[in-house]
């Protein structure tokens, strides 16, 4: 008996309809417009201003990930709008739904879950092979967690500081590197603390300065430290899943 095949279904559950192959592709996820750019340039019309790799994309703009200008994302006529349950707004997604957009969300808060996440969406969504960058990432991450080595911080803000907590891809990165986030313990993903509770040499080994969300540099962020050791890092590599997971393991390990 013959029927009509089921929609996917995206990482959190709820159908896909797509009656094959996505060809028309606009992405609210940077890492994720990196990945399709790298791999499908030839489907993907749409990103965000934060999709910044790569450096010469040249594709629609729609403004901002918690912002998207739906108007333009509807003029597009995609057949996939690609986001996450972190990056994107839920009002947003549903707004995009009840135009008729069919939209992939994607849940990722750990490296195995972005693993998975983007080998669904390559073989479900985009039915297109997995890409190399995709098989290596997974060579690289697919391994015992080693001993730690050490405590970290991650802030992603100043003034006020803000940090890397628990239940975040970043802070299961890091503890698949061999550190110890610091911050994991409590219940916001993302705490305010005082700089004070940073910069103690009796709790954390090493703070580790990204530049984004907040762009520290080596006169904006370090300075502010006087008893434990800063590393400025690539946001990119500790927060951007995709072909930065290669990159991530090979620099950070």
Not at 10 to 36: C, F, K, M, N, W
Not at 125 to 154: F, I, N, T, Y
Not at 173 to 180: E, F, I, P
Request: proline letters at 10%; glycine letters at 6%.
């Amino acid at each position: 008996m013959s029927g009509t095949p089921a929609s996917p279904v995206d990482d959190l559950g709820a159908p896909v309809p797509l009656p094959g192959p996505a060809s028309r592709v606009v992405s609210l996820v940077p890492s994720i417009t990196e990945a399709l750019a790298t791999d499908v340039p030839d489907r993907l019309v749409g990103a965000t201003d934060w999709c910044t790799h790569p450096a010469d994309l040249d594709v629609r703009r729609v403004r901002g990930t918690k912002n998207p200008d739906l108007a333009a994302i509807r003029a597009l006529a995609p057949d996939l709008v690609v986001a996450n349950k972190e990056e994107n707004r839920e009002l947003d997604v549903r707004r995009l739904r009840e135009a008729g957009i069919a939209v992939w969300v994607t849940d990722i808060e750990t490296v195995p879950q972005a693993l998975t996440s983007l080998e669904r969406l390559y073989d479900e969504a985009l039915g297109h092979a997995r890409p190399d960058w995709l098989r290596q990432a997974r060579e690289r991450w697919d391994r015992p967690v080693p001993p730690s080595r050490g405590r970290v911080a991650v802030p992603v803000w100043r003034d006020p500081w803000m940090v890397v907590g628990p239940r975040t891809y970043t802070g299961d990165l890091l503890r698949r590197l061999g550190w110890t986030n610091a911050f994991e313990d409590g219940a916001e993903r993302y705490p305010h603390v005082e700089l004070a509770a940073l910069d103690r040499d009796d709790d954390v080994d090493l703070v580790l300065l990204p530049d984004e969300p907040y762009v520290f540099t080596s006169d904006d962020g370090p300075e502010a430290f006087t008893r434990v050791p800063t590393r400025l890092v690539s946001g990119r590599l500790l927060t951007w899943y995709g072909p930065a997971m290669v990159e991530a393991y090979d620099e950070l390990s």
